[in-house]
């Protein structure tokens, strides 16, 4: 796991310059200065944004790194290549006319009784192209296993924009209606960014034959999309309900709170980066024995990282709130433990989302997600109605078990394999017990004290259990190269 340890470490540092230049914007610039309502309308802009894009990027992206090994000469390749680019031009042909014609019913579905998010179709429709076409030309970059730089720009870039465009709103160097503006024009200089170092990585010449098994290819793509899409639906519907339903500061409160529960998930959204073009060449060379390796590995390594994340960041709640000092935010403490919680159960189950959407399984996923998506919606509307925000929480937590535990059956079933061994059950007993004895510890009049403290002594309690019981070589690996380069 050579390349995957030293690509996903160089993504974990990505991953966490971006979380700390996001934290900044959500608990600190958003709250203290622009104000809830404004941060809960730009949150809700880009959750139908992100509702959107499927449509337009049709699944071609996840085709694009299922099929590109499967590939046997450079011809082949560039065709693939040239298709994942052009099939979405001819989707924006079909849509933008669908849209023009019946934009007013299409807003009022997006927009539901908020006048605001309404005045801002073209942000909502622009940035969901931007972003499918930031995701294609990203997966090309993965297949050539060159996923430093689009994971920059994927995760680092968008925060950092924020941030700037945060201190010119605030210092009143540009208006509200600047600040949408430039947001798009960023989101398509990332696109030419990206662009660019896909096309110096790797240049396909142009050719003028589809790929040869290209109803094999439509038929993936066509199930990813719908895959895609229940999958982006149940991960922001949420926000759109919650918008809806209650009002757009609710949004914010609970914007903030799965922001901060999303430092549960970094170290997968690094390692998965690199994973999924892997998997994709165990899956298409039928080796077993590697594809099982590459499972139980990314499980335990994810289980160890993302359970340090689970407990600094749940056991510094209270503290964390007290710095934000915000009215209405601390109403959200629930919020984070319970999406927290799903998140550390879909990291445990490393790569098993690669295996299925790269394997001939792949059609499993659109129905588990088509089932999620109609339990999102449900659950959504009762919890969010009796429970507020608490109940868009728990709504997520019981699609995410539900769907996870799926997927797990799924794999044993076809393939004989799942993500656990011993080591799982020592690192979630020893998670559980220093969960326990932190959580009885008073907390100290400074938060920052408080903090620094608690996470002193949870990595302490966690180091003991990591190196005596031998959980991962990987990470000890990973720390031994560290502790020679101080």
Not at 274 to 285: C, E, G, K, Q
Request: net charge positive; hydrophobic share 55%; with cysteine.
């Amino acid at each position: 796991m050579g390349i995957i340890a030293k690509q996903s470490i160089y993504n974990l540092v990505s991953i966490g310059l971006a979380f700390l230049i996001g934290a900044i914007n959500m608990v600190f610039l958003y709250p203290t200065y622009a104000g809830k309502e404004f941060q809960g309308l730009i949150v809700a802009l880009l959750a139908n944004s992100n509702l959107i894009q499927p449509f337009i990027s049709f699944g071609v992206q996840h085709t694009l790194i299922k099929y590109f090994s499967d590939c046997k000469s450079k011809e082949e390749k560039d065709r693939l290549l040239w298709f994942v680019l052009l099939f979405p031009l001819f989707i924006l042909l079909l849509l933008i006319p669908v849209y023009y014609i019946y934009s007013n019913d299409i807003l009022l579905l997006i927009a539901g009784n908020s006048n605001t998010v309404g005045r801002f179709p073209f942000l909502i429709l622009s940035i969901a192209i931007a972003t499918a076409y930031f995701e294609i030309f990203f997966s090309w970059l993965r297949v050539h296993l060159q996923s430093v730089f689009g994971n920059f720009l994927k995760e680092v870039y968008p925060r950092l924009l924020t941030f700037i465009l945060l201190i010119a709103y605030i210092f009143e160097i540009i208006l509200f209606d600047d600040f949408i503006n430039f947001l798009i024009v960023g989101y398509y200089l990332r696109l030419f960014f990206i662009a660019a170092y896909s096309f110096y990585v790797y240049i396909p010449s142009f050719q003028f034959k589809l790929p040869s098994n290209l109803q094999i290819m439509l038929r993936y793509s066509f199930l990813i999309f719908l895959s895609g899409a229940a999958a982006s639906f149940i991960l922001d519907i949420d926000k759109s309900m919650i918008f809806a339903i209650t009002s757009d500061e609710n949004v914010a409160f609970y914007a903030v709170a799965l922001y901060i529960a999303a430092v549960v998930e970094a170290p997968g959204r690094a390692m998965f980066q690199i994973t999924s073009p892997l998997v994709a060449n165990a899956l298409n060379a039928n080796d077993m024995s590697r594809l099982e390796v590459l499972l139980k590995k990314s499980s335990v390594n994810l289980m160890v990282v993302s359970g340090l994340a689970f407990l600094i960041i749940n056991l510094n709640l209270m503290d964390f709130y007290e710095i934000i000092n915000q009215d209405g935010y601390a109403s959200a403490f629930s919020v984070v433990i319970i999406v927290s919680l799903g998140k550390f159960f879909s990291m445990s189950m490393g790569c098993l989302n690669s295996i299925i959407s790269n394997s001939k399984y792949y059609s499993y996923v659109f129905w588990f997600s088509l089932g999620s998506a109609i339990l999102a919606v449900i659950l959504n509307y009762y919890f969010i109605n009796f429970y507020g925000i608490i109940g868009a929480a728990l709504a997520t937590l019981i699609v995410v078990v539900f769907i996870n535990i799926c997927k797990i059956i799924l794999i044993y079933i076809v393939f004989k394999i799942h993500p656990y061994n011993q080591k799982s059950f020592s690192i979630i007993g020893s998670i559980f017990l220093i969960y326990g004895i932190v959580y009885s510890i008073p907390t100290f009049m400074n938060p920052f004290v408080s903090i620094l403290s608690r996470s002193f002594l949870v990595l302490v309690l966690f180091g003991i259990p990591l190196f005596t019981l031998r959980w991962s070589v990987d990470i000890e690996a990973l720390l031994k190269r560290i502790k020679n380069h101080l």
